[in-house]
């Protein structure tokens, strides 16, 4: 069944889906146990990371012997801020757990205050203004757009991402995937010139690589809190075996499509990113043989978010750290590489830093971009679905019209295309879309760890269903799903 609308896609006004969105009045829902569960471990989280940091540095300051009057000051300011935050975590916690009502942002010079307080004021008029009762993309980014005014007025926490210690210990231990793509991209190399002139070779590692991007996204940590090493590791397998195993998890597969339009295209590919880590490390690898190993894409943007998001979604200062990473592989992963696998990583890391530097890969914003500055990048960091992107950043879309594909990483970003509500899973994705259908083209890569689902048929879902009753959240399931641009 069409979807009505508020409005005509296409016109000045703002498009809204017929279909309510998933929030947590149904206990049974993803998102019911997202505000039971999942925040309150990730707000004891931050918690826990605070007093551990202020612990340890107390502990150096006693140690300390210089008996410098200025490091005195300097570290019981810093612990003292600590606590406030601490103090701030710890309401929210109790508050959430009561459902009691959303406050609005405080203006702490960052981005999208207004936006958010003006969605607010909506919800507090429809009585939705509470946590267990507020949709659950709003309420989501709310949270971490809440989080941030904790740190923004501070001295000492200004620049904070409460979650890269998370990042960087889940990234550590993805060396086995890490070593065995990075010696994958340096067999290539012998192949390149054969590559270029058989077109059906190069679409057949296009399956492959795309298949790698999509199931990179599996690893999330603001849902799998419970991960550990070994768990992260049977996630990042990357053996042909493996990924041959896994098509049949992938309920849509529109990769052929999206492989006529990037050679059709122009030589500009973008990603809206997801995890920072290793799904951002194989984003780079699947822009790495776009722009190598193919004769159609020359340059690759990538869209960071600006705040601490999601826990694991990739800020500006995560591309220094993964690069960081790479050219220490002995000391900074958990496995060390053998000779070839150090000399592939090398050779991985060394032609990516020198495409950021010669500019076929860049960044849409600064690298420097501190903790929520105002950019280019801040509709990424807004709780709005982007049906009216249009409307809410026509600069940002105008800068993406021109792309041969535009890839969408990831679970929220895939909630953000199709709005969060509650289509019938046989919702055609360009339906879903809303008024952002046709101006770009779209390929969203996502695997399932949310209730929301289009382009499955009904007969599929029935039958997935009966297999495994969790496969909207489980990550098992994903979707490859496009949609072109008009006239394309």
């Not at 005195?72 to 300011?77: G, K, L, R, S, T």
């Not at 205050?113 to 509470?130: H, M, P, R, T």
């Not at 020198?354 to 600064?366: A, I, N, T």
């Not at 289509?423 to 952002?436: D, K, M």
Request: charged content about 30%.
């Amino acid at each position: 069944m069409a979807s009505e609308s508020t409005s005509t896609p296409g016109t000045g006004e703002r498009w809204k889906a017929h279909y309510p969105p998933y929030d947590p009045s149904d206990p049974k829902g993803f998102s019911y146990e997202t505000v039971v569960r999942r925040w309150p471990i990730i707000i004891t989280g931050v918690i826990d990371r605070i007093h551990r940091l202020n612990h340890e540095a107390t502990m150096a300051s006693r140690s300390d012997q210089s008996g410098s009057a200025t490091n005195d000051v300097e570290v019981n300011e810093r612990i003292e801020e600590g606590k406030g935050i601490i103090g701030k975590a710890s309401k929210l916690k109790y508050d959430m757990a009561r459902d009691r009502p959303m406050e609005k942002i405080e203006n702490d010079g960052g981005l999208n205050v207004d936006i958010f307080n003006a969605e607010l004021d909506e919800l507090v008029k429809e009585g939705k203004g509470s946590w267990f009762k507020a949709p659950w993309l709003f309420a989501e980014c709310y949270l971490y757009r809440l989080m941030r005014t904790w740190f923004a007025p501070t001295k000492h926490w200004n620049n904070f991402d409460p979650f890269f210690a998370q990042k960087e210990d889940s990234f550590r231990g993805s060396a086995a995937a890490v070593y065995q793509l990075a010696s994958m991209m340096q067999e290539l190399e012998s192949e390149k010139e054969a590559l270029i002139k058989e077109p059906a070779r190069l679409e057949v590692l296009w399956d492959e690589m795309i298949q790698m991007c999509l199931w990179g996204n599996a690893t999330d940590l603001s849902l799998l809190t419970n991960l550990t090493h070994e768990d992260i590791e049977k996630l990042q397998t990357v053996e042909k075996e493996t990924r041959d195993a896994r098509k049949e998890f992938i309920l849509c597969d529109d990769s052929d499509a999206a492989w006529e339009a990037l050679k059709s295209g122009s030589d500009r590919v973008d990603f809206i990113l997801d995890n920072a880590g290793f799904e951002f490390f194989t984003d780079l690898v699947f822009a790495d043989f776009l722009v190598t190993y193919t004769p159609y894409i020359s340059r690759v943007v990538f869209h960071p978010k600006t705040i601490p998001w999601f826990v694991s979604d990739v800020n500006p200062p995560d591309l220094d750290s993964l690069l960081r990473a790479l050219s220490s592989p002995s000391s900074f992963f958990s496995t060390p590489p053998s000779p070839f696998q150090a000399s592939a990583v090398s050779a991985l890391v060394s032609r990516w830093k020198r495409y950021f530097e010669e500019g076929s890969f860049s960044f849409s914003v600064p690298r420097e971009t501190g903790y929520g500055e105002k950019s280019g990048a801040d509709f990424w960091t807004d709780p709005r679905a982007y049906w009216n992107l249009h409307l809410d950043d026509p600069e940002g879309l105008k800068s993406l019209e021109g792309c041969a594909v535009v890839v969408f990483k990831g679970d929220l970003n895939f909630r953000k295309l199709t709005g969060d509500v509650k289509w019938p899973c046989s919702t055609p994705f360009a339906e879903a879309l809303g008024p952002l259908r046709g101006r770009i083209p779209i390929l969203s890569l996502r695997t399932n760890k949310a209730d929301v689902i289009v382009n499955v048929s009904e007969d599929v879902a029935r039958d997935v269903e009966r297999k495994d009753e969790k496969w909207r959240v489980n990550g098992k399931y994903a979707l490859i799903l496009f949609c072109a641009k008009d006239g394309v």
